[in-house]
């Protein structure tokens, strides 16, 4: 797809909207004041580059963005007030914040800035308008700007007024956070190196029927984790005793029917760490996956993640896109991490890496093989939707 960048747009002296994904979990403050603080800055810091080359350009930037889900409602808990010092501190400059994102309040923040100053709105989730994608509303928020930027693939799959309503009210272009999370994907869906291996974890399989056979028509192998992992086994006739899976057992089977008939491998689990419940850590042990049992299966076993290594650093192209255990717990998190450091040696050697967001993003910041990727979306929902072959509405209105 061809689209405009801010390298593509004269800024100076221009009010330019730019719709961030600022959408940043909050913790009550630690004192008396009950404000609301930041609990993590990673979407702060995906916000700031775009930011900051427009300001050194002479951009009069404002900026819109939602926050958590206050179905329409001014709601303080979800203000994005919290943000303003974040922001500041980050770009060394003065934040001025309207208290809303329309109406006379934001167009006279909006009309009164100065090259290279930045304005942030209030949340645009407190009008019920901009979920709908109200052609009004879109209007509204687009009279404040002269160019339009969307930086924020994080809501890129949402239809809203402030995604893609504006984006066809306004001259616009992709930010730079929006230009990298595209070009990276990009790198797994045309022409992407083979041997090709995707990763993929997380509890259901039918959350995730999509993005299997999307990409079965590319990649050469799947190494399947999570709770997944134990819906496919069972659809093999293998019993999974308690473990977490799918009642419904068609879809694997079917994935496992098609990957035959393409020739795709799919790399199931031969051992397990399990215990006879999810709180009982003490009790984790490696079985067989013959010798489940009743027990739970929380994580794939050293064999299994030694043989996922295998494959992946023989790999020119590898996609994470979920963990392989409840990583969150030290007891269960061996089978994440291996696999996580197979692909920071598959990234050294010369292979392109990408992290899908969500929970893959999650495991692999804290376990530490973030930083060796090629690239970690900031995308949840969005990113999966584009592994699924989807059409992005956010971006889509960026077409060029």
């Keep these: 797809m061809q689209f405009r960048t801010i390298n593509d747009l004269d800024v100076r002296g221009k009010r330019v909207l730019v719709r961030e994904d600022l959408n940043v979990p909050l913790r009550q403050a630690q004192d008396d004041t009950g404000e609301w603080a930041i609990a993590d800055y990673t979407r702060v810091d995906a916000a700031i580059p775009?930011?900051?080359?427009?300001?050194?350009?002479?951009?009069?930037?404002?900026?819109?963005s939602h926050l958590g889900r206050p179905d329409g409602t001014a709601?303080?808990?979800?203000?994005?007030?919290?943000?303003?010092?974040?922001?500041?501190?980050?770009?060394?400059?003065?934040?001025?914040?309207?208290?809303?994102?329309?109406?006379?309040?934001?167009?006279?923040?909006?009309?009164t800035l100065r090259d290279g100053e930045l304005l942030l709105?209030?949340?645009?989730?407190?009008?019920?308008?901009?979920?709908?994608?109200?052609?009004?509303f879109a209007r509204e928020l687009a009279a404040l700007g002269e160019l339009y930027v969307n930086d924020a693939f994080g809501t890129a799959h949402r239809a809203h007024a402030s995604t893609e309503g504006v984006a066809h009210l306004l001259p616009n272009a992709a930010g730079l956070l929006m230009q990298a999370e595209l070009s990276a994907l990009a790198a797994l869906t045309v022409s992407p190196a083979h041997p090709y291996v995707c990763v993929i974890g997380g509890a259901k399989v039918k959350d995730k029927v999509g993005v299997f056979f999307n990409l079965m028509e590319r990649v050469d192998a799947f190494c399947i984790g999570g709770g997944m992992a134990n819906t496919f086994l069972a659809a093999q006739g293998v019993n999974v005793g308690k473990s977490l899976r799918d009642d419904d057992l068609a879809p694997a089977k079917e994935i496992l029917t098609r990957a035959a008939e393409k020739g795709v491998t799919l790399h199931v689990p031969v051992d397990a760490v399990v215990s006879?419940?999810?709180?009982?850590?003490?009790?984790?042990?490696?079985?067989?996956?013959?010798?489940?049992?009743?027990?739970m299966i929380l994580d794939i076993g050293p064999a299994t993640a030694q043989a996922y290594a295998k494959a992946i650093e023989a790999a020119k192209t590898?996609?994470?896109?979920?963990?392989?255990g409840v990583y969150e717990k030290p007891a269960y998190q061996g089978g994440t991490k291996v696999v996580g450091e197979a692909i920071a040696r598959a990234t050294?050697?010369?292979?392109?890496?990408?992290?899908g967001g969500g929970d893959a993003a999650a495991a692999a910041h804290m376990l530490?093989?973030?930083?060796?990727?090629?690239?970690?979306?900031?995308?949840?929902?969005?990113?999966?939707?584009?592994?699924?072959?989807?059409?992005?509405?956010?971006?889509?209105?960026?077409?060029?």
């Design 50 to 64: 775009t930011l900051r080359a427009l300001l050194d350009r002479g951009a009069r930037v404002i900026v819109m």
């Design 75 to 111: 709601n303080p808990k979800y203000s994005l007030k919290p943000l303003v010092a974040a922001l500041a501190e980050r770009l060394n400059v003065a934040v001025a914040f309207a208290d809303d994102c329309v109406g006379a309040s934001a167009r006279e923040a909006a009309m």
């Design 121 to 136: 709105l209030e949340n645009v989730r407190f009008h019920k308008e901009e979920e709908a994608n109200d052609p009004a």
């Design 276 to 295: 006879t419940a999810f709180d009982n850590d003490a009790g984790a042990h490696t079985v067989a996956i013959a010798n489940v049992g009743d027990e």
């Design 318 to 324: 590898v996609v994470f896109n979920g963990p392989m």
């Design 348 to 355: 050294a050697a010369g292979a392109t890496s990408v992290v």
């Design 368 to 400: 530490g093989f973030a930083g060796a990727m090629t690239h970690v979306s900031t995308g949840g929902g969005a990113t999966l939707e584009f592994l699924e072959g989807k059409v992005l509405p956010g971006v889509a209105a960026l077409a060029n």
